[in-house]
């Protein structure tokens, strides 16, 4: 089984619905990301948790917000979706100290109309 | 501002050669510097790190060197193969608390048989 699986894999929403994203982990990791990739942007870091108390924004929170419901789970959502939300997102993972290696999830591909 | 290059387009080599991708970065100190595999639509796998304090790191086929006055990281693939073909992420760790990285957006290696 997967160490960090994503839901859902694929969706497509309207404008202004609300969306949730979810992962999960079975790496006992405490730290958890939320990032988007665009083509030619590379991966931006939406979200972070250092654990289920300390959530923290990335450089590009605006529209998103997330819940760490327990240490192996971290949700997104998207309060009002917007066309330009459309985009691949990626949870990951990693161990507390340096250097931080990533494990990331599968993606969920989001397409917002 | 910090950032992170890597050349955007697309490194094509017949199989067998040496495949050579650049990590460029200006503003930043970084403490490692990791490499990531992602194939097209997965999220992208950890393949290596190198600490500011080495000049060179081997994994099987794979080799990466650091060099922190270019600021500049290589990663080399040897005697490449067709299955080598996806895109390479380099990424940043500071040495502070943070747990957050910076990505590069990715340089995409096709591998002709």
């Known amino acids: 089984d997967a160490d960090v699986t994503q839901t859902p894999r694929n969706r497509i929403t309207k404008t202004g619905k609300r969306i949730m994203l979810e992962c999960s982990q079975t790496?006992?990791?405490?730290?958890m990301y939320w990032y988007r990739q665009d083509p030619g942007l590379g991966l931006r870091l939406i979200y972070y948790?250092?654990?289920?108390?300390?959530?923290n924004k990335g450089e590009i929170s605006d529209g998103y917000s997330v819940s760490r419901q327990a240490q192996a789970k971290f949700s997104l959502s998207l309060e009002s979706a917007i066309p330009n939300q459309t985009a691949l997102y990626f949870c990951?993972?990693?161990?507390?100290?340096?250097?931080?290696?990533?494990?990331f999830g599968p993606g969920t591909r989001l397409t917002v109309t | 501002s910090q950032k992170i290059e890597q050349n955007s387009e697309a490194l094509n080599i017949q199989e067998g050669k040496t495949a050579t991708l650049t990590c460029n970065y200006t503003?930043?100190?970084?403490?490692?510097l990791q490499w990531y595999r992602q194939d097209p639509g997965r999220g992208p796998v950890f393949l290596l790190l190198?600490?500011?304090?080495?000049k060179e790191k081997r994994k099987e086929r794979l080799k990466v060197t650091f060099d922190t006055t270019l600021k500049q990281s290589l990663f080399h693939i040897t005697a490449s193969q067709p299955a080598d073909s996806a895109t390479y992420l380099c990424?940043?760790?500071?040495?502070?608390?943070?747990?957050?990285?910076?990505f590069g957006q990715g340089t995409t290696l096709q591998v002709k048989p």
């Open positions: 990951a993972t990693s161990p507390t100290g340096l250097p931080y290696e990533q494990y």
């Open positions: 990424a940043l760790v500071g040495s502070s608390n943070t747990g957050k990285l910076i």
């Open positions: 790496k006992g990791h405490d730290r």
């Open positions: 948790s250092f654990d289920v108390k300390d959530i």
């Open positions: 190198i600490r500011e304090n080495e």
């Open positions: 503003n930043y100190s970084p403490a490692y």
